[in-house]
């Protein structure tokens, strides 16, 4: 059976080997934000070739000297670190850039690749445990709100990225195609398709029907050592109070990095600070201090981030057929309040975020095309359960105020 015909000419697929395919997307219409991807690329081209270059530049003139100074050898080695960390930058700005993402089918693996320019990054689902295709996102007709990720379902654990940064019109067709080769070609009878993020919001000033969500389906459960505090009022109202999660938990590893980073960083500009000194060379000197201020600046940045990451708290209310969100933390308190019907969805879905290649949740409002996401990296049933305690409020509140 020909399964071509369905794609958008946008998406080429190609047969490789015996029943392998390949689907290949086309570049990712970022809009002016790709311009994001240039800045990356002189940041961290400037990034790898300037320490490198200064470190380089004590042990090459002792060789042209006929002097060959071991010392200056050591320390032009300390400056790949700033190289690898360089080109590292300079792939995020290619994918931003130039990114593109090939699916292919390979024996009993699903293999994703993301193509920016020169730059390559490979991850590898095994075919036996998708159970379903999901598409997360991509509701909105508005600018970037509109890209959406095509995800596998492997059961408890997290979905896995397969294609992200497309709008649905894309990822839906290939998604369809993809699941019907695999049923046909690896015997995966069960695989489906399905939309899963953002769930509507049960409002019926909103004009969405709420008899078929919140009337007939069984409420969420707050899950097992959440430590969220739920209070419910008359009226069909509730607040919920996520308390900080901790710097080493909500950080996701940030704020560790963020002290590896510091040190060695900070180790690395003091040794390049002594040995210009202690040489008299002062133009290196004048060199060095103020990239000594950049790396460092990176480091405290980082480990504050991960402060404000880990302390955080968070706070929702319904009431009156409105959802008000306020956020707490190092850099001061955030307040966000809409009514239902400015309200499009409320659910959980991808934050952005990848931890060893698994997509980051978060808890997700959609407000007239715009996303405003939150609690990004805690257990996924808890989200859940916040997602639907929060739309059944909504709708108790909204029929009794209407």
């Known amino acids: 059976m020909d399964t071509r015909s369905d794609l958008p000419t946008e998406i080429t697929r190609t047969v490789l080997f015996g029943d392998d395919i390949r689907y290949r997307l086309p570049r990712r219409d970022l809009g002016r934000a790709r311009l994001f991807g240039l800045i990356f690329i002189l940041f961290g081209a400037v990034f790898a070739t300037a320490p490198t270059i200064g470190m380089w530049s004590g042990f090459i003139r002792s060789v042209l000297k006929n002097q060959v100074d071991w010392f200056s050898l050591i320390f032009a080695l300390f400056s790949l670190p700033f190289l690898l960390a360089g080109l590292g930058i300079v792939g995020i700005g290619s994918f931003i850039l130039w990114g593109r993402t090939e699916v292919i089918v390979r024996g009993e693996t699903l293999v994703t690749r993301e193509r920016g320019g020169l730059f390559r990054w490979t991850r590898k689902i095994p075919i036996e445990i998708i159970m379903k295709l999901q598409i997360a996102g991509g509701r909105s007709s508005d600018g970037l709100a509109s890209m959406a990720a095509l995800v596998a379902d492997v059961g408890e654990k997290q979905p896995r990225w ?15 195609n993809l699941a019907r080769y695999l049923r046909e070609y690896r015997v995966l009878e069960s695989i489906q398709v399905e939309q899963v993020e953002p769930q509507p919001t049960e409002s019926k000033a909103s004009g969405v ?30 607040t919920l109070n996520v308390p900080a999660a901790g710097i080493i938990r909500g950080s996701k590893g940030l704020f560790f990095f963020s002290i590896f980073w510091t040190l060695f960083t900070g180790g690395i500009c003091c040794v ?29 940045g980082m480990m504050v981030a991960a402060i404000n990451m880990g302390t955080r708290r968070v706070a929702v209310a319904v009431f009156d057929g409105s959802l008000m969100l306020m ?7 955030k307040k966000a309040e809409w009514t239902a019907e400015e309200i499009e969805s409320v659910g959980v879905g991808p934050s952005g975020m990848e931890v060893n290649d698994v997509p980051v949740l978060e808890f997700q409002v959609v407000v007239r095309g715009s996303k405003h996401g939150m609690l990004a990296g805690h257990p996924t049933d808890e989200l859940e359960w916040i997602a639907d305690e929060v739309r059944r409020a909504l709708d108790r509140t909204s029929e009794m105020g209407g």
């Open 162 to 176: 397969i294609a992200a940064g497309y709008t649905t019109e894309l990822l839906e067709p290939l998604a369809e």
């Open 209 to 238: 029907d709420s008899e078929s969500v919140t009337q007939l389906a069984e409420p969420v459960l707050q899950p097992t050592g959440s430590r969220a505090v739920l209070e419910r009022f008359e009226g069909g109202g509730i």
């Open 272 to 300: 390049f600070f002594f040995a210009s000194g202690k040489a008299g060379d002062w133009k290196m000197l004048l060199l060095v201090v103020p990239f000594s201020l950049v790396f460092v600046g990176v480091g405290v």
């Open 327 to 333: 956020r707490k933390g190092v850099f001061g308190t």
